[in-house]
């Protein structure tokens, strides 16, 4: 595992990025799984700066969605989809059809859920980038959830819809049920880029990279996989015990 500490918020927005822009050179078809909340803002504008200053091309790129809502409309602007649209793909070289994610409207989202685990796992995702939750979530995989477990409906617990309350109205608008990618699911990618930023992220990340494997820790589940780097500013960094020097 390579960890790398990043100053601030906006130097580890621009290592990330860096480190996806090597996935995409790399691939004559690269598949990125991608991650929403306020930790890949600063990922995707990067990105996007780069593809308008003409040094990047997202030609020939697929991208999978982690997770998403359960009976959002396709264009609410906090549906998952629609965060990737505005947030990168309505600016950069990816058309609608080259982003793929779970209907949360489905009518089965059961089946749903499954058809997705198997479009994924078909995929063979390069390099799947994940954020984690005040309570060590990865994707919507909460405390206790069992690694094996493939692509599901998730009830959200208390804590994380109180966490992403404020990207809506109320706490009573945000969703209770989402469609997420597994923790075995996210795990058959070829590389994981976990990222953490602010003060509130040290303890998870702590956990997760130095506390035991535990499905008490969903995202400490990174240290079963072979090919994983950890981008953290200073203050998601600061409990850990490890030296390591910034990157
Ligand atoms: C989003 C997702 C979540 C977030 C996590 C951190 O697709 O799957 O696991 O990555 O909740 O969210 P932020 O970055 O908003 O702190």
């Known amino acids: 595992m390579q960890v790398f500490i990043a100053k601030d918020a906006a130097a580890a927005a621009v290592k990330a990025a860096d480190i996806v822009e090597g996935v995409v050179r790399s691939r004559l078809r690269p598949r990125i799984g991608m991650a929403t909340g306020s930790t890949m ?10 593809y308008q200053a003409g040094a ?11 997770d998403e809502y359960v009976g959002l409309e396709p264009r609410h602007p906090q549906a998952f989809r629609n965060v990737i649209r505005t947030g990168l793909a309505d600016h950069v070289d990816l058309g609608d059809d080259a982003v793929f994610g779970p209907d949360g409207r489905a009518p ?12 994924v796992t078909k995929a063979r995702i390069d390099i799947q980038l994940l954020g984690i939750g005040s309570n060590g979530h990865i994707a919507f995989n909460e405390p206790g959830t069992p690694f094996d477990e493939p692509s599901s409906v998730v009830a959200l617990c208390e804590q994380t819809r109180s966490d ?17 990618q597994g923790i075995g699911t996210i795990l058959q990618a070829k590389k994981i880029l976990l990222v953490a930023l602010g003060k509130h992220k040290a303890r998870p990340i702590r956990d997760a990279l130095e506390g035991p494997v535990s499905v008490e820790t969903p995202a400490s589940a990174v240290q079963l996989h072979a090919d994983v780097s950890v981008v953290v500013d200073r203050e998601a960094a600061s409990l850990l015990s ?3 020097p910034e990157g």
């Open 108 to 119: 089965d989202l059961e089946a749903e859920a499954w058809r997705y685990d198997q479009l």
């Open 242 to 244: 490890t030296a390591r």
């Open 41 to 50: 803002v600063g990922i995707y504008r990067s990105l996007v700066d780069r």
């Open 164 to 180: 992403n309350a404020r990207f809506f109205d109320s706490i009573d608008d945000v969703p209770s049920l989402a469609i997420t």
């Open 56 to 66: 990047l091309s997202f030609s020939g790129t697929s991208v999978y969605l982690l």
